[in-house]
Nanobody, 124 residues
């Protein structure tokens, strides 16, 4: 199973970026799994950002991104997205997508497969 994240880059504070994560693998049925986005800022631990259930009926967000970030998915394209608006310098981090295997949507321990990450840099 491979998760390929893309869409990172440099943005100004107040700007927007859209991250994408495409899943591939013959034995991986993307539509059966919840998906999450995490991030790791310089010098910090990896932290939960957002989660979406397999059928898109439930979404959860870290408090600091609520109202600014939106997670979505297209099961037909094996892709999960993270639309990031009103970006702040503190959003600067490497962003990772991951497929859920456990019950806690906000814990790294609940995720099985991880992408390599895409760097988001927000300038002030």
């Amino acid at each position: 199973v491979q998760l390929q994240a893309s869409g990172g880059g440099l943005a100004q504070a107040g700007g927007s970026l859209r991250l994408s994560c495409v899943a591939s693998g013959r034995t991986f049925n993307f539509g059966l799994y919840g998906m999450g986005w995490f991030r790791r800022a310089p010098g910090k631990e990896r932290e939960f950002v957002a989660h979406i259930s397999w059928n898109s009926r439930s979404t959860y967000y870290q408090d600091s991104v609520k109202g600014r970030f939106t997670i979505s998915r297209d099961n037909g394209k094996n892709t999960v997205y993270l639309q990031m608006n009103s970006l702040k310098p503190e959003d600067t981090a490497v962003y990772y997508c991951a497929s859920q295997g456990g019950s806690d949507y906000d814990s790294t321990e609940s995720y099985v497969y991880w992408g390599m990450g895409t760097l988001v840099t927000v300038s002030s």
